[in-house]
Structure formats: C-alpha cells, structure tokens
T-cell receptor
Framework: DAGVTQSPTHLIKTRGQQVTLRCSPK?????VSWYQQALGQGPQFIFQ???????QRGNFPDRFSGHQFPNYSSELNVNALLLGDSALYLC??????????FGQGTRLTVV | GNSVTQMEGPVTLSEEAFLTINCTYT??????LFWYVQYPGEGLQLLLK?????DKGSNKGFEATYRKETTSFHLEKGSVQVSDSAVYFC?????????????FGKGTSLLVTP
C-alpha cells in the first residue's frame, strides 16, 4: 500500500514565477491538507480539501491556491513567488476524524 | 487562537538516558493532542496521540499524558537510543470534523550519542 506521495521532491524557481506541487493521498483517504514548513520551524497549515472543495484555510494569502481531483489527488499552486516562499511543502491525507499521514514533502527554493 | 509551545532544542542525551520534551498548549474547545517525529530528510510520522483529558498516548517506548489542568502534553521515554535522534513536534487539533487540521509547535531537535 503506497503512502502519501508528492512530486517533485525538489524544485528551484525564480521570484515572480508560478509553481504547482502535486500530491497523491494514501489509498482510501479522501481528505488532503497542505502545510508549509520553513527551515527550523514547525509546519503551518495552508488549507484542506475534501470532496473537491476547500474546507478550511490557514493564514496564507490568495497567492496560494489548490485543487482536488475526483480521484482525491491534489495540487498546490503558488503564484508570484517570493523568496520567503522557500520551504518544505508537506501534503497530508486522512479520512474525516482520523489522523493525518504525511508525505515526504517537496523542497521549494525560490531564487 | 490555538498555539503550541515546545521546549527549545537542541537536546543532547547519552544513550539510555531519560527523555522529557515539554509541550504546553492554548486552545479553544477540547483539542486532540499529538506528537509527530521527523527523521532527517523525511516527512512527519505520527508517534502518539491523545484525544481527551487524562488519556495517555504511547508508542515505541514513548509516552505522553493529556493534562487539561496544566494544558500540557509532555513527551517522555525511559531509555533513549541513537535511532531516536530526530526532530519532535507537538501538535493539536480542535476540529475533529475536519480531518485534523493541525497546529504545530516549532519542534525540538533530539540528538542521542552512543
């Protein structure tokens, strides 16, 4: 049983560009959450998707958007990249009322 | 708002020493509490959890008790191993209908030396 898989594992982008990160949830999971983990910090909740809709959102600007597909996979999009967006982006999947399983993350570097 | 405060690291211990990592929280409602572990170069793994006051979570020799009166969820292990070297995150969730959207502490780095 594959766990949560994220792609790509590493990415380098230039300020002002746009980026799309992808996540496939653990088999049987229908809820996907995204977190941003800056170096030396704990993960910060970005948003959560369930039934292809954004259900909760953390304190992130509208430059951060997402999507969930009918097969429950998800994308995180970030527009107009800033240097401060450099971080490890973690995807977590779950069923409602169960604990989250995390992927290994995508390391985004903005130069 | 909700927040988690962990003791600052790094924590360096000799193998077989006793470990305590302090965690306190502020939350509205009745949170569920978690400890996650992050090994170098990897994502987060759930270590243990507790969903109500006085519950004790345990796994792999680690324990933590949900103390509502002191708003704490301290992580303990009686005898650490080199393989326990990792970063440990305390976290809470207050909305069980949302699939556990988590608030994390800043993490505590643990290094265990032979």
């Amino acid at each position: 049983d594959a766990g949560v898989t994220q792609s790509p594992t590493h990415l380098i982008k230039t300020r002002g560009q746009q980026v799309t990160l992808r996540c496939s949830p653990k088999s049987g999971h229908d809820t996907v959450s995204w977190y941003q983990q800056a170096l030396g910090q704990g993960p910060q909740f970005i948003f959560q998707y369930y039934e292809e809709e954004e259900r909760q959102r953390g304190n992130f600007p509208d430059r951060f958007s997402g999507h969930q597909f009918p097969n429950y996979s998800s994308e995180l999009n970030v527009n107009a990249l800033l240097l401060g967006d450099s971080a490890l982006y973690l995807c977590a999947s779950s069923l409602v009322n169960t604990e989250a399983f995390f992927g290994q993350g995508t390391r985004l570097t903005v130069v | 708002g909700n927040s988690v405060t962990q003791m600052e690291g790094p924590v360096t211990l000799s193998e077989e020493a006793f470990l305590t990592i302090n965690c306190t929280y502020t939350a509205t409602g009745y949170p569920s509490l978690f400890w996650y572990v992050q090994y170098p170069g990897e994502g987060l793994q759930l270590l243990l959890k507790a969903t109500k006051a006085d519950d004790k979570g345990s796994n792999k020799g680690f324990e933590a008790t949900y103390r509502k009166e002191t708003t704490s969820f301290h992580l303990e292990k009686g005898s650490v191993q080199v393989s326990d070297s990792a970063v440990y995150f305390c976290a809470l969730s207050t909305n069980s209908n949302s699939g556990y959207a988590l608030n994390f502490g800043k993490g505590t780095s643990l290094l265990v030396t032979p």
